[in-house]
T-cell receptor, first 114, second 116 residues
Framework: AQKITQTQPGMFVQEKEAVTLDCTYD???????LFWYKQPSSGEMIFLIY??????QNATEGRYSLNFQKARKSANLVISASQLGDSAMYFC???????????FGKGTRLHILP | DSGVTQTPKHLITATGQRVTLRCSPR?????VYWYQQSLDQGLQFLIQ???????AKGNILERFSAQQFPDLHSELNLSSLELGDSALYFC???????????????FGEGSWLTVV
């Protein structure tokens, strides 16, 4: 069974608009971490934001915020005021407390339109 | 710059050959991970080492092997290469391998392998 689901294979958004990238996850471990990574066309994998399962507040990092809804097992990434440089592949990932590796969703390709 | 260094960045080799990919983790990180990213399989976890010892194994083929050296750098060896092994291979590192979910894994820029 898929542990990380990203239902949007691709999205087109106008520059300066806010973007929400969806991610749902599945785990029975009470301790887990959720991550978002950005992969531009050059290929590198860039860490964006982290949310722990016990964190009370939604994580924020600059223009990135994570909308964490624990009961729904959802961890959506919100990018405010999108920029052309935000065009990339975005991966949601999870690390369970009993495990060390991170498992990834299939990604969402985001296109920012001028 | 994540601080994780991978070499080579690009590699083209023939089927049946053997290659070695090298990774230097971020300073202070004890755990090294290898991932394979291909178009049809997405990002697949291959193997993890922690302080020189194998910690976890994922979908790693028997033709592939890895090790982590005392200076903590790691190598991924790919042998008897097939066309389907063409992929982007990532090395990543984190502070430790205790299972604490907060330890972010930082990725290198990847090694693009093309098998012809």
């Amino acid at each position: 069974a898929q542990k990380i689901t990203q239902t949007q294979p691709g999205m087109f958004v106008q520059e300066k608009e806010a973007v929400t990238l969806d991610c749902t996850y599945d785990t029975s471990d009470p301790s887990y971490g959720l991550f978002w990574y950005k992969q531009p066309s050059s290929g590198e994998m860039i860490f964006l934001i982290y949310q722990g399962s016990y964190d009370q507040q939604n994580a924020t990092e600059g223009r990135y915020s994570l909308n964490f809804q624990k009961a729904r097992k959802s961890a959506n990434l919100v990018i405010s005021a999108s920029q052309l440089g935000d065009s990339a592949m975005y991966f949601c990932a999870m690390r369970e407390g009993r495990d060390d590796k991170i498992i990834f969703g299939k990604g969402t390709r985001l296109h920012i339109l001028p | 710059d994540s601080g994780v260094t991978q070499t080579p960045k690009h590699l083209i080799t023939a089927t049946g050959q053997r290659v070695t990919l090298r990774c230097s983790p971020r300073s202070g990180d004890l755990s090294v991970y290898w991932y394979q990213q291909s178009l049809d399989q997405g990002l697949q976890f291959l193997i993890q080492y922690y302080n020189g010892e194998e910690r976890a194994k994922g979908n790693i083929l028997e033709r592939f092997s890895a090790q982590q050296f005392p200076d903590l750098h790691s190598e991924l060896n790919l042998s008897s290469l097939e066309l389907g092994d063409s992929a982007l291979y990532f090395c990543a590192s984190s502070v430790d391998g205790t299972g604490f979910s907060g330890n972010t894994i930082y990725f290198g820029e990847g090694s693009w392998l093309t098998v012809v």
